[in-house]
């Protein structure tokens, strides 16, 4: 028996069944810690007239658990964006799923038993050289904690999504002058010529602070807000079971004390901590801390001066950060910033002189057909000119004659004309593939969409902050 024991747990399925189990085990009780008294007060979220519960919502979430590698799951356990990006794809698929089952029990689409006993027939984990074992399917069910009338819904439930959503997953036919449109469109080259007008031509004096304080006044320099953040680390080993609890009891008394008045310093020094204190930073260019996760920089950018976060579980261990101080935003001083003005009033000059210089080109070029200090090129939509000249060029019709703005220069463009690619089979081949994957996703976005309208999406406020604490 031990043998045969061996033998199956190497089948994929009885592998990723029992490791279901054992995740099951984690979970267990979590449903009543959670809910209390009100168990019956369960639903996450409402799909038109179905549901999806907490029970389902830590079913799927085990069994995806269970899929993962180590370090996979460690994450799960020590980042709480991982965590939140976890249950947010867990309760997106069963949300999915929920709305695919309620159209086919409006379409009256039915699976019968025979239908379901020939699936579970079909499973190679549930063979034996080639024939269907009876034990060997109830024992990984029986070792996975399924039941088998819980592994015929689940079939079941599969069966239905394939038989509403199979048609609008198969392959969409592209036209083929779709697909030579759309060739042409991406490998034709157009024939152009262009004039640069550099701005780094034009020669302007120093201003004046007249000129400077008036540029100042259309043009402010706001310095964002700064914080100065501290924090206490509790480091740990957040895999080893032992050492996460040592450190998880040790955090407490370091949140005592923090509220009872310490001082971070004095109470990371009492329980041999690890107290930091960072230089003012903004939110857009923070030091590189591991601590500082984006939802921790979210969360401390969102407190008053002076507040603590609640303890935090990350990679290193428990932290208890603090926003020591706020340097509001604000318009910069004149003074500070005037050698810095000088620079860029010079540039808005020289951008003035030269889209007055490019304009008189363009005149000419209207008038007498001539393009002074021309340059003529042959650009497809990815070379042969800079990528500002590109997008005009194909976004242009034939003949079109325009001033093309870039950061340091304009550019007077003549486009010319315009040549068909030659026909390539493997370049249209990923062309068309390419335009029936877009349809394919535009139809599948389109039903779903209807999906959403026909069973409205509705969350349970009450039972999702319980469980989520948000």
């Given at each position: 028996?031990?043998?045969?024991?061996?033998?199956?747990?190497?089948?994929?399925?009885?592998?990723?069944?029992?490791?279901?189990?054992?995740?099951?085990?984690?979970?267990?009780?979590?449903?009543?810690?959670?809910?209390?008294?009100?168990?019956?007060?369960?639903?996450?979220?409402?799909?038109?007239?179905?549901?999806?519960?907490?029970?389902?919502?830590?079913?799927?979430?085990?069994?995806?658990?269970?899929?993962?590698?180590?370090?996979?799951?460690?994450?799960?356990?020590?980042?709480p964006i991982v965590a939140d990006q976890l249950a947010a794809r867990v309760l997106s698929n069963l949300t999915s799923q929920r709305l695919a089952e309620n159209r086919a029990d409006d379409l009256g689409f039915v699976v019968s038993d025979a239908r379901i006993a020939r699936e579970i027939r079909s499973f190679p984990e549930f063979q034996e050289n080639g024939q269907f074992s009876a034990y060997l399917f109830d024992y990984v069910l029986n070792n996975s904690g399924y039941t088998e009338a819980q592994f015929a819904s689940i079939l079941r439930s599969q069966v239905l999504r394939s038989m509403v959503l199979g048609a609008v997953g198969a392959p969409v036919s592209v036209p083929k002058f779709a697909v030579n449109a759309a060739y042409n469109a991406r490998y034709a080259t157009r024939d152009v010529e262009y004039a640069t007008i550099d701005f780094d031509d034009f020669k302007v004096e120093n201003p004046s602070d007249e000129?400077?304080?008036?540029?100042?006044?259309?043009?402010?320099?706001?310095?964002?807000?700064?914080?100065?953040?501290?924090?206490?680390?509790?480091?740990?080993?957040?895999?080893?079971?032992?050492?996460?609890?040592?450190?998880?009891?040790?955090?407490?008394?370091?949140?005592?004390?923090?509220?009872?008045?310490?001082?971070?310093?004095?109470?990371?020094?009492?329980?041999?901590?690890?107290?930091?204190?960072?230089?003012?930073?903004?939110?857009?260019?923070?030091?590189?801390?591991?601590?500082?996760?984006?939802?921790?920089?979210?969360?401390?950018?969102?407190?008053?001066?002076?507040?603590?976060?609640?303890?935090?579980?990350?990679?290193?261990?428990?932290?208890?950060?603090?926003?020591?101080?706020?340097?509001?935003?604000?318009?910069?001083?004149?003074?500070?910033?005037?050698?810095?003005?000088?620079?860029?009033?010079?540039?808005?000059?020289?951008?003035?002189?030269?889209?007055?210089?490019?304009?008189?080109?363009?005149?000419?070029?209207?008038?007498?057909?001539?393009?002074?200090?021309?340059?003529?090129?042959?650009?497809?939509?990815?070379?042969?000119?800079?990528?500002?000249?590109?997008?005009?060029?194909?976004?242009?019709?034939?003949?079109?004659?325009?001033?093309?703005?870039?950061?340091?220069?304009?550019?007077?463009?003549?486009?010319?004309?315009?040549?068909?690619?030659?026909?390539?089979?493997?370049?249209?081949?990923?062309?068309?593939?390419?335009?029936?994957?877009?349809?394919?996703?535009?139809?599948?976005?389109?039903?779903?969409?209807?999906?959403?309208?026909?069973?409205?999406?509705?969350?349970?406020?009450?039972?999702?902050?319980?469980?989520?604490?948000?």
């Amino acid at each position: 028996m031990l043998e045969y024991l061996r033998n199956a747990a190497e089948k994929p399925l009885a592998k990723f069944l029992i490791a279901l189990l054992a995740f099951s085990f984690v979970g267990w009780g979590v449903a009543e810690w959670i809910f209390g008294n009100v168990a019956g007060d369960n639903t996450l979220i409402k799909v038109g007239d179905g549901e999806i519960t907490f029970q389902q919502f830590s079913m799927e979430r085990n069994r995806e658990m269970a899929a993962m590698g180590r370090d996979e799951q460690r994450a799960v356990y020590t980042d709480p964006i991982v965590a939140d990006q976890l249950a947010a794809r867990v309760l997106s698929n069963l949300t999915s799923q929920r709305l695919a089952e309620n159209r086919a029990d409006d379409l009256g689409f039915v699976v019968s038993d025979a239908r379901i006993a020939r699936e579970i027939r079909s499973f190679p984990e549930f063979q034996e050289n080639g024939q269907f074992s009876a034990y060997l399917f109830d024992y990984v069910l029986n070792n996975s904690g399924y039941t088998e009338a819980q592994f015929a819904s689940i079939l079941r439930s599969q069966v239905l999504r394939s038989m509403v959503l199979g048609a609008v997953g198969a392959p969409v036919s592209v036209p083929k002058f779709a697909v030579n449109a759309a060739y042409n469109a991406r490998y034709a080259t157009r024939d152009v010529e262009y004039a640069t007008i550099d701005f780094d031509d034009f020669k302007v004096e120093n201003p004046s602070d007249e000129q400077l304080r008036s540029f100042y006044a259309q043009n402010p320099r706001t310095v964002p807000e700064f914080r100065t953040i501290s924090y206490i680390l509790v480091p740990a080993d957040m895999a080893k079971p032992d050492e996460y609890d040592a450190a998880y009891e040790t955090a407490i008394k370091v949140e005592d004390d923090v509220i009872a008045g310490e001082t971070f310093a004095d109470t990371a020094k009492k329980h041999k901590a690890k107290h930091v204190t960072l230089k003012p930073f903004s939110a857009d260019k923070r030091p590189t801390d591991d601590v500082l996760t984006d939802q921790v920089i979210a969360n401390l950018f969102a407190m008053d001066e002076g507040m603590e976060s609640e303890m935090i579980e990350s990679k290193k261990g428990f932290v208890i950060a603090r926003v020591d101080k706020i340097a509001p935003a604000h318009t910069e001083d004149f003074d500070k910033v005037k050698k810095d003005l000088v620079a860029d009033w010079k540039h808005a000059e020289q951008k003035k002189q030269a889209y007055v210089r490019a304009n008189e080109i363009l005149v000419d070029l209207n008038k007498n057909g001539k393009l002074e200090g021309k340059k003529s090129v042959n650009v497809s939509r990815a070379s042969g000119a800079p990528a500002a000249l590109l997008n005009a060029a194909f976004n242009n019709p034939i003949e079109t004659k325009t001033i093309v703005p870039d950061s340091d220069a304009f550019y007077v463009l003549n486009i010319k004309s315009e040549s068909m690619p030659k026909a390539d089979s493997k370049k249209m081949d990923a062309v068309r593939k390419e335009l029936e994957s877009v349809s394919q996703n535009a139809l599948m976005d389109d039903y779903n969409s209807f999906l959403i309208r026909e069973y409205p999406v509705r969350v349970n406020e009450k039972v999702y902050k319980r469980v989520f604490g948000k």
